[in-house]
């Protein structure tokens, strides 16, 4: 089996995860013993610490924030059924570690409810996620008498998933000024970021289905960059190019003001003197003399503008 290479690229970490058994004999094996298991991913309980509220204000700054991927979504194509097994289920939910598991005439929809946390790895919270989800499909195999993990296919689909830094410190401020923030993609108009306090997690998000987890990766690595290195805002690095612009500007106002027009044109290499006028007095506010004042660059004998 092999996941969609449009939604997730996959290290070979994964591949071994991922990895069919060899021998149908081994694999019945694998799904008794995957039948026996109740394996269920829970949140860790939040830490006994204040909240901002408690603190004073939104400045509360933790040095770890935990990765947790939780809601997925899978869309998979049986590779074959017994289809009067499959019928019994079509439209009826079954339930397996309180994952939702939907069938559809010709396919399902898996929807679940667990969450994978690490402490500080992205990655390492989402192969987590792939290891369960890997063995879950070798107990609905066993459970609808179908098989739906094969090497040579591309038949599950990852459609929705929830890339989650918790305890942000953006998502506390949001929470104490009651702001929701949402922002959604230009290309397709689908949601892929948003901020969420619910079940005490105070996490932001990023859901977009196809750039998801690399979504998370950019916003992690600007937010830590403000957490370590205090970075001049935008506005602040606006005011400062304004004010080295008026610098200059003000540096080239006196250089020009001593020069004539034809000396400006060479010195800009612009030919028409009307465009030259426009330029110096109509973006440096300077009148050009009528005449050509004392100081003069110095050209040869046969330069067109020799005054």
Not at 183 to 190: F, L, M, P, S, T
């Amino acid at each position: 089996m092999r996941f969609d290479t449009r939604t997730h690229a996959h290290s070979e970490k994964v591949k071994e995860v991922l990895q069919p058994k060899a021998t149908s004999s081994k694999k019945k094996q694998t799904q008794k013993t995957l039948s026996q298991r109740s394996t269920t991913v829970k949140p860790p309980q939040s830490d006994p610490v204040q909240s901002p509220a408690q603190q004073g204000g939104a400045g509360y700054v933790k040095e770890k924030h935990p990765k947790r991927i939780h809601s997925h979504q899978w869309h998979i194509i049986p590779i074959w059924k017994d289809n009067e097994k499959w019928k019994e289920h079509i439209n009826k939910p079954i339930y397996i570690d309180g994952n939702t598991i939907w069938c559809n005439p010709e396919d399902m929809e898996v929807y679940g409810t667990l969450s994978f946390i690490d402490e500080d790895d992205l990655d390492k919270a989402f192969y987590k996620s792939l290891e369960y989800f890997t063995n879950l499909w070798g107990r609905i195999e066993n459970q609808l008498k179908c098989e739906i993990i094969h090497d040579s296919y591309e038949n599950i689909k990852l459609v929705r998933c929830k890339y989650g830094e918790m305890d942000s410190e953006i998502a506390k401020d949001c929470e104490l000024k009651g702001d929701r923030i949402q922002i959604y993609a230009k290309e397709d108009g689908k949601l892929w970021f948003d901020i969420d306090w619910s079940w005490n997690f105070e996490e932001m998000h990023t859901l977009h289905p196809s750039t998801g987890k690399p979504d998370m990766k950019k916003v992690m690595k600007h937010i830590d960059d403000y957490r370590n290195n205090d970075p001049s805002t935008a506005s602040q690095i606006e005011r400062a190019v304004q004010q080295a612009l008026q610098g200059m500007k003000e540096e080239i106002k006196e250089v020009i003001k001593e020069m004539s027009q034809e000396n400006i044109r060479v010195l800009l290499g612009i030919q028409n003197p009307q465009i030259v006028k426009r330029i110096v007095e109509g973006e440096l506010g300077i009148v050009i003399p009528e005449k050509p004042a004392n100081h003069k660059l110095k050209q040869g004998d046969d330069h067109p503008y020799h005054g």
